[in-house]
């Protein structure tokens, strides 16, 4: 058994909201679910199998305690996020919910203790692999961050990582993993975690911020070409039939969603100064990196998720959040400044610069009127000009990164570039 890893007063408060979490279940527990449904508070259904808990205002102030005095112990805030201590909180809670009143004070011990073992366990290394839909790997293996790309037909790769693990041949299980990757590309990470669930949050994680990175690079064609990329299962397929009746149609087809090609990941797409700064800077932990490092990753995430959308404005809208957690303090004006930062970072002196300064204070209040509900299209070379801004953004980002300061005063180096004082001509 694990050593105790929670002081006395910790796994008191830690017995005590599982106590309340247990009350509030049962308080909640003749609810229907037109009841949970209609209900104007604040519900969160629990549940496992055959076994729902219903947990109302009390019981998420409970589990709310329980997170926060949990994380507050250094080593386990190292290793578990509040996602993953919310999710062992849910099976501390099925595991005492049948239990009677005069059970609770036993039954919430025993859930203490074997949460505490949980959070005592060291970690292990963890190697997970996804299949990737619309990616074209064209090279042997492709590095971005801690993910590597493979061809679809390196299908042995996963087979060989089982076969390591488990040790010995398991045919039934190699089948399984053959249909589950065929046809797909392949991404592979490797990731240090308590158990399966975390490793997949980790996993997936590094592997959505390797794609948004693919995304960014692929820009100034991704969009335009109608490239969708994600992992199996969360992609536009470009298969949704739609029924067209009008006085000039009537009949099948397709909608306009979808891909056309698949995103290709080449020898000379790896060769980029981009693609190899990318990769270096998702390969460091995020304690390693530096203010602008974490606001460049930032960025991209938002970035790419906006890429993958399918209405245009949707698009401008994220690609202008991805240009905002670069650039902007959180109380900054917003688009006086954001338009100074973007045209410094991506404009040459001159024309060039206050050109791309009018072109992202336009963009912007496209950005704001979609924003607050007002009609505002976004036409193709619209959608063009963002891109690229924001491509040539964040290359500019990367690097400038090596020599940007490090101590928390990034916006007096944006200052500096502006007015620039003596000591910094």
Not at 80 to 100: C, G, N, W, Y
Not at 205 to 220: F, G, H, K, T, Y
């Amino acid at each position: 058994m694990p050593p105790p890893i929670l002081s006395e007063e910790s796994r008191r408060i830690v017995k005590g909201c599982v106590i309340a979490l247990w009350k509030n279940s049962r308080d909640n527990s003749g609810l229907t679910a037109d009841q949970i449904n209609q209900s104007a508070g604040p519900l969160r259904v629990i549940s496992s199998g055959d076994t729902r808990a219903v947990l109302g205002e009390a019981g998420l102030k409970a589990a709310e305690d329980l997170s926060k005095t949990v994380l507050s112990n250094s080593t386990i805030k190292i290793k578990f996020s509040k996602a993953e201590i919310e999710r062992l909180t849910d099976e501390a809670l099925l595991q005492v919910l049948t239990s009677q009143p005069s059970e609770i004070g036993v039954a919430a011990t025993n859930a203490t203790q074997a949460l505490e073992e949980r959070l005592a366990e060291d970690p292990v290394e963890w190697t997970i692999f996804y299949p990737i839909a619309n990616l074209n790997v064209l090279v042997p293996e492709a590095k971005m961050g801690n993910v590597s790309f493979y061809p679809a037909s390196r299908i042995s790769v996963a087979i060989e990582a089982f076969r390591t693990v488990l040790g010995r041949q398991d045919a039934t299980s190699e089948e399984s993993i053959e249909t589950s990757l065929k046809g797909f590309a392949i991404a592979q990470t490797k990731v240090s975690a308590v158990d399966r669930v975390q490793a997949e949050l980790l996993a997936e994680r590094a592997v959505s911020d390797a794609l948004s990175a693919l995304r960014l690079i692929a820009s100034n064609r991704y969009r335009g070409n109608g490239l969708y990329t994600d992992f199996k299962g969360r992609v536009w397929t470009g298969t949704f039939e739609i029924v067209e009746l009008s006085t000039k149609s009537v009949g099948l087809s397709h909608s306009r969603i979808g891909y056309t090609q698949p995103l290709a990941i080449t020898e000379r797409l790896q060769a980029l100064l981009i693609f190899r700064q990318l990769s270096e800077l998702l390969s460091k932990s995020p304690e390693r990196r530096s203010e602008w490092e974490r606001r460049i990753v930032s960025g991209i995430r938002i970035v790419g998720t906006s890429l993958n959308q399918t209405q245009e404005g949707d698009v401008l809208v994220g690609m202008i959040s991805g240009l905002e957690a670069l650039c902007l303090e959180e109380y900054s004006p917003r688009k006086e400044f954001l338009a100074e930062r973007v045209a410094h970072m991506v404009g040459s002196p001159g024309k060039n610069k206050r050109d791309v300064y009018r072109k992202m204070k336009e963009l912007y209040t496209m950005r704001s009127n979609i924003v607050h509900g007002q009609e505002q299209e976004v036409s193709p070379s619209d959608l063009l000009q963002i891109t690229i801004i924001t491509y040539v953004c964040f290359a500019k980002a990367l690097d400038t990164s090596p020599t940007l300061p490090n101590d928390g005063d990034l916006f007096r180096w944006f200052d500096d570039q502006k007015f620039p004082s003596a000591a910094n001509p």
